[in-house]
Each structure stands twice: as C-alpha cells, then as structure tokens.
C-alpha cells in the first residue's frame, strides 16, 4: 500500500507570496491532519480534515487554510508568507480519530 | 497549554545495548500515545502505540510502558542497532480528538 505522498517536496518564495502545499493520503484513510515542524517550536499541529470538513485546527493565523477533497486528497495554503513560515510541513493520514497517523516525509518551505 | 515533554535530548549508546526513551505528559484526558521515528530528510515514523487501558505493549524489538500514575511513558529498543539511530518523538491524543500533541524529541545515536 502506498504511503502518504507530499508535493512538492522543496518550495522557495519569497516574502508577501503565497504557496500551495498537496497531499495524498493513504489509500483508505479518510482523516487527514497537517502539522508545521521547526527547530524551535518542533511539531505543532496546524488543522485536520474529516469528510471534507475541518473537524480540529490548531493554534495558528488565518493565512494557514486548507481543504481537502471527495477523494481525501488535501490541500493547504499560506497567504501573505513571513520568514517565520520556514518550515517542514507534515501531512499525515489517519483511518479516524485515535488511529494511528501515518506521516509523509514532508514539504520543505523556505522564504526568503 | 499542556504539552508531552522528553527528559532527555540525546541519548548515546552502543550496538546491542538496550535503550530507554522517556516522556512525561501532563494532559490526564490524553488515553492515546504514539512513538515515532523520525530519520533526516523524512517525515516521523510510526513505530508503537499504546492506549490508556494498557500499561505495556510489545512490538518487534519495541516495549512502550505507561505508568497513568505519574504520567510517564517510555520506549524500550531491544539490542539497539545503528539503524535506529534518529530522533523519538511520543505524541499523546485526547479522546474524541484528532490532535497530535508531540514532545521535543529525544536523539538516539547508536555506536558501532
């Protein structure tokens, strides 16, 4: 069974730009959750997806959004970006709550 | 607000010894905790879970203990290898949400 599949792996823009970050799930997996990690904060965690719908989002401005799709297949977006949006960001999949979540190895945003 | 914490940032040993990897939390409604593996370059692995009605859960070279007492959970690693050399991460999940709360991280390295 495929993994979950993050694209594109390495983004660069620059300050005031807006970026658009994919994820595929796990073949089944119908939850989805995103989460930013850091050197200094490590891994927090940025929103979840369920059906379609944010069931959960974490504690971060309004320029972090997402969605995600009839397929499951999800999507999330940063507007207006700030230096301190440089970061890893995770996708993982889950089947439902307090399942196991299965990470992608993420999209490595810098901005410059 | 609460969050997972590790003891211990680095812990060194050599192949075939038997590491211990602590956590402490202090959220008393989390009743799900996660280890992950998180190599460089990738995203964290799931390595073993563990619910709140269990004290110990046995994997393939893995032990996770739960003590509900002092809040405390740690990751035993069987004739530890250099591959598992990486970072550990425990995350704990309150019940009826989708939330990860993950500690700092504790660096396993391994000597041949």
């Known amino acids: 069974k495929a993994g979950v599949t993050q694209t594109p792996r390495y983004l660069i823009k620059t300050r005031g730009q807006q970026v658009t970050l994919s994820c595929s799930p796990i073949?089944?997996?119908?939850?989805v959750s995103w989460y930013q990690q850091t050197p200094g904060q490590g891994l927090q965690f940025l929103f979840e997806?369920?059906?379609?719908?944010?069931?959960n989002k974490g504690n971060f401005p309004g320029r972090f959004s997402g969605r995600q799709f009839s397929n499951s297949r999800s999507e999330m977006n940063v507007s207006t970006l700030e230096l301190g949006d440089s970061a890893l960001y995770l996708c993982a999949s889950s089947l439902n709550r307090n399942q196991p979540q299965h990470f992608g190895d993420g999209t490595r945003l810098s901005i410059l | 607000g609460e969050s997972v914490g590790l003891h211990l940032p680095t812990l060194s040993v050599q192949e075939g010894d038997n590491s211990i990897i602590n956590c402490a939390y202090s959220?008393?409604?989390?009743?799900?905790f996660i280890w992950y593996k998180q190599e460089s370059g990738k995203g964290p692995q799931f390595i073993i879970d563990i619910r709140s009605n269990m004290d110990k859960r046995q994997g393939q070279r893995v032990t996770v203990l739960l003590n509900k007492t002092v809040k405390h959970l740690s990751l035993q690693i069987a004739a530890t290898q250099p591959g598992d050399s990486a970072v550990y991460f425990c995350?704990?999940?309150?019940?009826?949400?989708?939330?990860?709360?993950f500690g700092k991280g504790t660096m396993l390295l391994v000597s041949p």
């Open positions: 997806y369920f059906s379609e719908t944010q069931r």
């Open positions: 995350a704990e999940n309150i019940e009826g949400y989708s939330t990860l709360t």
């Open positions: 959220n008393s409604a989390s009743d799900y």
């Open positions: 073949s089944g997996h119908r939850s």
